[in-house]
């Protein structure tokens, strides 16, 4: 594998299901992010992780919490959601400030 | 607080003409500026990046970018489309310090045969 992969690729789940989203990074980076992108709307940052550490939560609600075990991983566990949470979700990881990589996103919906 | 406006929400263009994306930028500082491009059901790719010196830069898929710091813009250029191009793109302001990227609301371009 190279780059930064995602998995599920496709998620659907119910408003009381507990589910993870996983992502991968292949570059040896230190730093590694989840954006949200819905329709009509900007790509919006949700956390930021350095060195594991998470740096940012950008008033994220807590039915989503991220985790970090390694430089590698990154992990973004999901419960009780709203559909308005459906969304595609992207993780993307960087060298410090340098360009951010992204992987190809979970689209995930939720009913 | 940093922001970036893409006035153009779609363009059609056809195959071969030239195209040009708008991106304006709002950061107190010397910005570091990026595009991007996403395909239907892809991530985001790098085209090209901004970070100081020549103004003009060239990225990949035959792309330019032209920094104007007097108009606050970074646009996209190419001189000839192909019909792979049709994608959304995206325009994105870093901090010289810090890893926080914002984005543009994305243009859609479509290409006619």
């Known amino acids: 594998e190279t780059g930064v992969t995602q998995t599920p690729r496709h998620l659907v789940m119910g408003m009381t299901n507990k589910k993870s989203l996983k992502c991968e990074q292949h570059l040896g980076h230190n730093a590694m992010y989840w954006y949200k992108q819905s329709a009509k709307k900007p790509l919006e940052l949700m956390f930021v992780y350095n060195f594991k550490e998470q740096t940012e939560n950008n008033s994220v609600p807590s039915r989503f919490s991220p985790e970090c075990p390694n430089s590698s991983h990154l992990f973004l566990h999901l419960h009780t959601l709203q559909p308005e949470d459906s969304a595609l979700y992207l993780c993307?990881?960087?060298?410090?400030?340098?360009?951010?990589?992204f992987g190809p996103g979970t689209r995930l919906t939720v009913l | 607080a940093q922001s970036v406006t893409q006035p153009d929400i779609h363009i059609t263009v056809s195959e071969g003409a030239s195209l040009e994306l708008r991106c304006n930028y709002s950061y107190g500082a010397t910005p570091y500026l990026f595009w991007y491009v996403q395909s239907p059901g892809q991530g985001l790719q790098l085209l090209l990046k901004?970070?100081?010196?020549?103004?003009l830069v060239q990225g990949i898929k035959g792309f330019e970018a032209e920094f104007k710091r007097s108009q606050s813009s970074f646009n996209l250029r190419k001189p000839s489309v192909h019909w792979s191009d049709a994608a959304e793109y995206f325009c994105a302001v870093g901090q010289a310090a810090g890893n926080k990227l914002t984005f543009g609301g994305g243009t859609r371009v479509l290409v006619k045969p």
């Open positions: 993307a990881s960087s060298q410090d400030r340098q360009e951010k990589f």
């Open positions: 901004y970070f100081s010196g020549d103004t």
